[in-house]
């Protein structure tokens, strides 16, 4: 129980299940990327805080675009893909953030999050230990197993590493 759980991994997969999917037809998707927002507090306790509208740029390879299906200004994505979390010194290692990041784990949804206190900027993503027990909670419902997008995102193989040792 608590707040998030409602948009959890295990609740979604659940809420299939109970509309009738067969467990062993389903193959959710793990992302290898993070999405960036501004928050207009500090959320180095909470990731439930107001946002700013405008979305932050994410890692180095975020570029302003725009939707040219909607004909609006350019923005960036906020995407931070997990290698480059890695690379371009925001993670240490999968558990451990570089200051001014600091990570932190919500454990009703079981997902990581960073929070940069000079910037407000968070990214809600998920590393080693939320993939690992994503991978071993499908293998344990009878999923058809996981799916990522996409796999260069990796870093090192540490992600496909936890899918692989978890089941």
């Not at 501004?38 to 725009?66: C, F, H, Q, V, W």
């Not at 371009?88 to 960073?114: C, H, I, K, M, Y």
Request: with cysteine; charged share 20%.
């Amino acid at each position: 129980s608590g707040r998030g759980l409602q948009f959890s991994y295990k609740s979604s997969i659940q809420a299939w299940i109970d509309a009738g999917i067969p467990a062993n037809m389903i193959n959710p998707g793990i992302p290898f990327y993070g999405r960036t927002v501004t928050a207009a507090n500090s959320m180095s306790s909470s990731m439930y805080e107001p946002l700013r509208k405008t979305i932050p740029r994410g890692d180095g390879d975020d570029r302003e675009e725009a939707d040219s299906s909607c004909g609006g200004p350019k923005v960036f994505s906020g995407i931070w893909k997990y290698s480059n979390m890695r690379s371009e010194g925001v993670l240490e290692s999968p558990d451990s953030a570089v200051a001014p990041w600091t990570r932190q784990f919500d454990n009703t949804t079981f997902t990581p999050w960073l929070f940069n206190s000079e910037t407000n900027d968070f990214v809600s993503y998920d590393d080693t230990t939320s993939i690992a027990a994503k991978a071993q909670h499908a293998s344990s419902t009878g999923l058809a197993g996981v799916m990522v997008w996409p796999i260069t995102n990796d870093f090192e193989n540490e992600l496909l590493g936890a899918i692989t040792s978890s089941l």
